[in-house]
């Protein structure tokens, strides 16, 4: 059986050093690529065949979001499996992985040979999205946490998302702030959000797996 052609994107060198040296203890794998700049690793998939890509979902040096840059990569390697790969929860970020192309997800706590399996899934296959569950690697299509938020919630981050203060998306919504700010932290602690920062990241990461597509 040939070995499994698989390249490595994270913004941390350290990181990317891991994981080939996780993976290449399986002589049926094969690390043809490690890199920490998106737009290399995106130059450099043109030139080479690759069965599977673990992708750092949070580049903050990265001219796009993690979705944006999932579908890019898909549109460079269609055939290529991509497996996000992050350090937030699975609920935060699985889910808008799933919906850009994605076939798993990965945490970086996650151990070695849970990133040798999901590499096997993955390629195995690449029409599933696969999640850690119970020590091992099993599809399942991701829980959307986004679906438990009520619609006046869902608007209200919506405005929050765009840069809007409370006071601001209260105005715009015809309801007082105190409201606004009811509906603010109702929503955060159902997404499980602790304060104005995780929010911040979270409406960054998780917008846009709102919307239709």
């Avoid at 490690?34 to 949070?58: G, K, P, W």
């Avoid at 932290?185 to 597509?213: I, N, T, V």
Wanted: with cysteine.
């Amino acid at each position: 059986m040939r070995c499994l052609r698989v390249a490595i994107l994270d913004d941390h060198p350290v990181t990317v050093i891991g994981l080939a040296t996780c993976l290449s203890q399986d002589a049926r794998i094969e690390v043809v690529l490690t890199e920490t700049s998106a737009d290399r690793f995106l130059e450099s998939l043109a030139q080479l065949r690759c069965d599977v890509a673990i992708v750092d979902y949070n580049l903050p040096d990265a001219a796009c979001d993690g979705m944006s840059l999932i579908r890019r990569i898909r549109r460079r390697a269609s055939k290529m499996a991509v497996v996000a790969l992050s350090a937030d929860p699975a609920r935060s970020t699985a889910y808008p992985a799933f919906r850009a192309g994605a076939c798993g997800y990965l945490s970086k706590a996650d151990p070695e040979p849970l990133i040798r399996d999901m590499v096997h899934a993955a390629a195995q296959q690449p029409r599933q999205f696969h999640l850690s569950i119970g020590g091992r690697i099993r599809p399942g299509r991701p829980d959307d946490v986004a679906a438990q938020l009520s619609a006046t919630e869902t608007e209200v981050l919506r405005h929050i998302s765009q840069g809007l203060s409370v006071t601001q998306a209260a105005r715009r919504l015809s309801r007082s702030k105190k409201t606004i700010s009811s509906h603010k932290r109702r929503a955060m602690r159902k997404l499980g959000l602790a304060d104005d920062l995780a929010l911040g990241l979270y409406l960054k990461k998780r917008f846009e797996s709102w919307l239709p597509g």
